[in-house]
């Protein structure tokens, strides 16, 4: 006797939810949260009588920054910022490359190269880059010495010292082999600051005594620290 009432029941609802399909009404819809369907802003070519120009979309104030800049507060860059087209057409320093497409050989002319600049890349190289390839450059970091399978290369390798600076860049950006972008973590200036300081480290390894300034070298050879 249960069974056809439970068929009853399911075709009863069948039909009801059959009929749920929505009509045209003359009625006006419910709106729970009104500022969800009716917000107050202006699309960029709709008219603003408020402005005495009448448009809506304001001219960008002098000295905006390009969204794509992400700009690092060094105490280098305590000048005023670049115009943004100066900026948002700098391809050498969003990319490591001229204008030719070859990667450059240098710093960015937005770059200059400072003692707070060469900080800043030995701190952001000791975050992003020394558990791989270890402080001094040799790709034998704290993440290889417990098991990475292929090691980095060492900077100091001939074939990676003789690479313009915007290559490191690139692959910071980029990323290249076993190694992950970091473009979402690191900033274009502090990618840059990486650059410099992993140059700094290349050097360093080659270096003689001839190249140390003649007031260091007294102190050297005084043994004094």
């Known amino acids: 006797m249960k069974r056809p009432n439970l068929i009853v029941a399911l075709v009863a609802s069948t039909s009801l ?12 819809p419910v ?20 402005f005495p120009d009448r448009r809506a979309a304001r001219p960008l104030p002098a000295g905006t920054v390009a ?19 100066s900026r948002a057409t700098d391809s050498a ?33 000791a975050i992003y880059c020394a558990p791989c390839h270890e402080k001094s450059g040799y790709g034998q970091g704290i993440v290889v010495q417990r098991g990475l399978k292929v090691p980095p290369p060492s900077f100091h390798d001939p074939r990676l010292q003789a690479m313009p600076l915007g290559y490191f860049f690139d692959v910071i950006t980029n990323g290249k082999n076993t190694m992950k972008p970091y ?3 690191i900033p274009h200036d ?36």
Not at 98 to 125: H, K, M
Not at 200 to 221: G, N
């Open 31 to 50: 709106h729970p949260v009104l500022n969800m369907d009716f917000q107050q802003y202006y699309r960029p070519a709709e008219r603003n009588d408020w």
């Open 17 to 28: 939810m059959a009929a749920c399909r929505g009509n045209k009404s003359a009625e006006p």
């Open 190 to 225: 502090d990618r840059w600051a990486i650059a410099a300081w992993l140059r700094v480290l290349q050097v360093s390894q080659r270096a003689t005594a001839a190249d140390v300034p003649e007031s260091e070298r007294t102190k050297i050879d005084r043994g004094a620290p």
């Open 183 to 185: 473009a979402s973590q």
């Open 93 to 125: 320093f969003y990319s490591g490359r001229g204008p030719d497409g070859r990667l450059v050989d240098g710093l960015p002319a937005s770059v200059p190269l400072t003692d707070a600049l060469l900080e800043r890349g030995e701190a952001r190289y």
């Open 67 to 85: 969204r794509v800049a992400s700009r690092t507060n060094f105490t280098a860059r305590a000048e005023a910022p670049s115009a943004p087209e």
